[in-house]
């Protein structure tokens, strides 16, 4: 082995728990179990033992975390029960409760949070409750740190790993990933990684074609397997400078793009597709398969740049962050089911009018094809730090500021409608809009932040520490907005234009009082969260019922929402430092929730602010190694989730209705109330230098719903509309379904060998086959589609991975 290289893999046979972990939770370095708060950072290491390989397998490891799985590159990122549902593409304004960090970066997107490899990751911190003093917006109820690996100075070093695996009812998929750090000069050092993941699919479509004289037929030489398979690769480049021992300089840059042929997505009832027709093919789906006349792809590629510098003199310490965001995402809707809802069972048209393909295009940036030269969403975020220590005081000052450009659109283009239906397209700009588009929409968002923010704690005595810390912030929002299209807000398809704008200003205090007595440590805190508010879309008025008009209709905007959090927790070494605990009690005063709802008919998505609700659970955490050769880690959490508001509309008859289900008692979305995962570790030294390991994982997230409202779904009356609805007449008046995502348990298994430089191992992950229900996935307030979103079968695979 070359001298200066540095070996990562632990071979020691230790009675304790492993090297305490290290984490920068308060812009600080500290010991996790003296961090002040509720929190987890499981290495990298540990989650890829455990199966893990994205934000939702950190999310399963991990109590009081959820994130609920929305499609390919897709998800909800939701903490101690603080969820307002589910965000739709179609929500572009729509902000994070929950923020993610790479690093020091900021690289959260409401529902496009980067699905980021964890390659020469370090670790990923998982800090629980508001996080809103020193992380700002989208920590309202708390913030995802992935830490990386950073260049080590005098250091050779060349890692790697090869993975391939194969899935029950699926396909194979694995992936090369390779890196090194190699030192320029004696004051640089550079750090490099690259990997490829070949994502293996397991959904199905089954084919139908249709004849020369209109009618239709199953084929199943057009039938498309695995129609969700995809690919994610990427790279990431540092260079550490360190002229002097005060002064280190970091720039980076990365780079990772998303593709995928389709959708992880159950139907389970489809308008074009279903046992009920007797016009059309009856078709029974399978556990396993969705309908599609086209395919659904998913690009997204994202570049982020940073600069990181700090500088020591003294006591003190200043750091600027400088980051620049690029994201360019497109994806593509089968919009099939949606379109004959309203062209075969609202206008009445017949076949072939209401089956023809009908791709929608949702546009974060380029790739639509009507809209070519759209710009991609950047962010631009700078923050500058001043910290320092003067005796038993640590304190910390800061500014950050925040420019967000986005702009967002839709194009649902459908060849020959015009031709065949004899409606005429909407005139509407060339830039908008080509012929046959029903519906289309383009909208730019501008955003800026500025905020102060400042933390500090006392030692009062060597075993009680206060902190206290309070962030001011400010922002604005303007949005432009244009609509048009048969499905458009405007009469006869004509363009609208409605511009918007908001603002709002508030503080995020934070009080911690800490009480440490032997190797226990009680914290007690009270803290303030935010969620920055934004612009509603206008509604469909084409599509609407009168009821849903009255209804969703008049919302332009909603307020920030904002959270009061109220804790007590305790950290303690058990058993001579062979175990340890973490539980924490909180309740979580919750204003103004911006939930998302369904408008109905419209085909449209409000946020509506809920006045009151609330969360209050508990979390607990044990890790333990009692002998040299066993260690478990238990890690779990109750979250009681519910609104304590009744929203209510008045009918142009008086007639008084709950709004989209949102009443008092209603649990909140896409959260479970219990969540458990267990890990156990066996290990012994097969001989000198090599160790054998065992290792099982077992998963449980109970039931959840995806929106709020969706207590009240369960029943959909068919055909929808009118006889014309497509494949009418129907052999059944009603088709029933489950709301309620059902609770699941994930089993993963992994068995191996290694040594100082390797690690081969055989593993199964959802060794039990599960088909987990992840999300509720509707078209059109049901009347479409309704589906679910899953996850991955059992799957068997190699794993290798070496250090020199």
């Known amino acids: 082995m070359a001298a200066g290289s540095t070996l990562t893999v632990d071979l020691a046979l230790d009675t304790n728990l492993s090297e305490e972990i290290t984490v920068t939770a308060m812009k600080r370095e500290d010991l996790a179990r003296k961090v002040p708060f509720s929190l987890s950072a499981p290495s990298a290491e540990t989650l890829r033992v455990r199966g893990a390989t994205n934000i939702e397998d950190v999310a399963a490891n991990v109590g009081s975390f959820s994130v609920q799985n929305l499609g390919p590159g897709q998800s909800q990122v939701a903490m101690r029960g603080v969820s307002s549902g589910q965000i739709a593409r179609d929500q572009p304004g729509v902000k994070e409760q929950v923020g993610v960090y790479l690093d020091e970066s900021l690289v959260s997107m409401s529902l496009f949070t980067p699905d980021l490899d964890l390659f020469d990751t370090n670790r990923v911190e998982v800090l629980r409750g508001p996080q809103g003093t020193l992380f700002g917006a989208g920590s309202e109820s708390g913030t995802v740190r992935y830490i990386t690996n950073q ?3 005098g250091t050779t070093q060349w890692f790697g790993e090869l993975d391939g695996n194969t899935i029950q009812h699926g396909n194979q998929g694995g992936n090369v990933k390779l890196g090194v750090n190699v ?9 490099a990684s690259g990997y490829y993941d070949a994502l293996g699919g397991y959904i199905d479509s089954p084919g139908i074609k249709t004849l020369p004289d209109g009618s239709i037929e199953p084929d199943p030489t057009t039938t498309q397997n695995h129609v969700n398979t995809g690919k994610r690769f990427g790279g990431r480049v540092a260079v550490k400078l360190a002229p002097t021992d005060q002064l280190t300089i970091t720039p980076r840059f990365i780079y990772q793009k998303i593709q995928m042929d389709g959708w992880n997505r159950i139907d389970a009832y489809n308008i074009l597709a279903n046992p009920f027709t007797t016009t059309r093919p009856a078709v029974t789906l399978g556990d396993r398969e969705q309908f599609i006349q086209i395919r659904e792809p998913y690009t997204d590629k994202w570049y982020l740049g ?6 020591l003199f003294g006591d003190f310490g200043i750091t600027s962050i400088t980051s620049y965001n690029v994201r360019d995402i497109l994806v593509v809707r089968d919009a099939g089911a949606l379109t004959s ?4 069972g609202s206008i009445g048209l017949k076949e072939p009018v209401y089956s023809l393909n009908a791709p929608l295009y949702d546009a974060t940036g380029g790739g639509d094809p009507a809209v070519p030269n759209r710009k991609p969403a950047t962010t631009f975020t700078q923050e500058l730090r001043l910290s320092g220590t003067v005796t038993r005081f640590r304190w910390l000052l800061g500014g950050f500021y925040a420019h967000l450009n986005r702009e967002y659109g839709q194009d649902l283009p459908v060849t020959g409608f015009s031709a065949k239906s004899g409606i005429p397209s909407p005139s509407a700009p060339d830039t908008l809009a080509p012929v046959d588009s029903l519906f289309f929409s383009k909208l730019a968002y501008k955003l800026d932040q500025f905020a102060a923010f400042g933390e500090g704690t006392v030692a009062l005595t060597d075993q009680w520490d206060v902190t206290a810390g309070l962030r001011y912030y400010h922002f604005s929002e303007d949005k432009q907005q244009l609509f048009g299209g048969i499905f458009g807000e405007g009469a006869n398809g004509e363009v609208v234009s409605q511009p918007g704008n908001t603002s709002a200003d508030g503080v995020a205090p934070r009080v911690i009082v800490s009480y440490t007595i032997a190797d226990t440590k009680i914290n007690a805190q009270v803290s303030r969260g935010f969620r920055l508010g934004g612009i509603n879309d206008p509604l469909n008025f084409s599509l609407c019922t009168p009821q849903d ?30 175990a340890s605990a973490d539980v924490s009690v909180f309740y979580m005063d919750i204003r103004d929730l911006q939930a998302t709802v369904t408008a109905g008919s419209c085909s449209s998505r409000v946020i509506f602010n809920v006045p009151k609700s609330r969360s209050m659970g508990v979390e607990v955490e044990l890790e ?8 478990f880690t238990v890690s779990g959490s109750y979250d009681d989730a519910k609104l304590l508001s009744t929203l209510t509309s008045t009918a142009p008859d008086g007639t008084v209705t709950i709004v989209s289900g949102i009443q008092d008692g209603a649990r909140l979305p896409s959260v479970p109330k219990f969540k458990f995962a267990a890990a156990a570790t066996y290990q012994w030294e097969v001989r000198a230098g090599y160790l054998a390991y065992v290792t099982a994982v077992n998963q449980y997230v109970g039931s959840r719903f995806t929106q709020v409202g969706d207590q009240d779904l369960g029943t959909l009356t068919i055909p929808a509309f009118k006889a014309t609805t497509p494949g009418s007449p129907y052999t059944a008046s009603v088709f029933t379904y489950n709301p309620e995502m059902p609770a699941y348990d994930i089993v993963n298994a992994r068995i191996g060998v290694k040594q100082a430089n390797w690690d081969f191992s055989l593993y199964g992950n959802n060794l039990t086959d599960e088909r987990a229900f992840l999300a509720l996935d509707q078209e059109r307030g049901t009347r479409a589609r309704i589906g679910y979103l899953t996850n991955q079968p059992r799957t068997f695979g190699t794993s290798l991975r070496v250090n020199f």
């Open 549 to 578: 008009l009255s209804t969703f209709g008049g919302h332009t905007s909603w307020k920030d929402e904002t959270v009061w959090d109220y804790e007590l927790g305790a950290k303690s070494k058990l058993l001579g430092g062979k």
């Open 624 to 631: 333990a190694a009692p002998t040299r050769n066993f260690d």
């Open 341 to 344: 809802s309203i062209t075969g």
């Open 183 to 191: 030192p320029l000069g004696e004051i640089a050092a550079l750090r």
């Open 151 to 153: 260049p080590k100075l």
């Open 306 to 311: 940073d600069l990181n510098i700090n500088y």
